[in-house]
């Protein structure tokens, strides 16, 4: 299994966020959450990410705790934010920090951009927090599409993005590079991804109440 979950549980102070989820995602399974707000969807994602330490349970990717064996867990993850953070830097030094420590290809950053109607090489010596939003989002997507992990998180990954943006989305999602890769989604736009997704896991207080194929 690529990811697993065991009787998760994570509490704030009094309350209890997410109470004994426990699923597994396999090779190739491409999976949303589901789930009202306030369900637990995004502390789901975060604990993944080794951001929050459990108050009871356990987490793995591709094996490894995300917490105590953070930098072998991470090595398989792509993620990508709903909220892009405010780095100072260039888009230059971003493309080069991730040629230098996952090995990305800068020709495969600049090509999936341009699928994405992003000029990278306009853009270089651009600060990132200085991008608009939809420009933010087209250009993480394009840093975790040419990574090639084997594991991709994605914290509503089409929101900033515009209609031709959202197409191309979905088309690199469904070629060869990726039919191997493990996805989870938190997105309320199903409708955009249901040619991508095959199951569908729903939360509600916390708790999985219904995980089903699609």
Known sequence: MQIQL????KRFGAQTVLDGVTFDVDTAERVIILGQNGAGKTTLLRCL?????????EVRLAGFDPVRKRRQALSEVAFIPQLPPPLPVSIEALIRYAHETTGTNPRLVKDYAARFGLDVERHLAKPFNQLSGGMKQKFLASLAFARGARIMLFDEPTANLDPEGREAFRTILQEDPFRETTMIFISHRIEELNTI?????????GKVVNDERL
């Open 197 to 205: 997704l095959n199951r569908a896991v729903w939360l509600d207080l």
């Open 49 to 57: 990410l080794g951001h929050y330490r459990l108050d009871e349970g």
């Open 6 to 9: 065991r009787q998760v549980v």
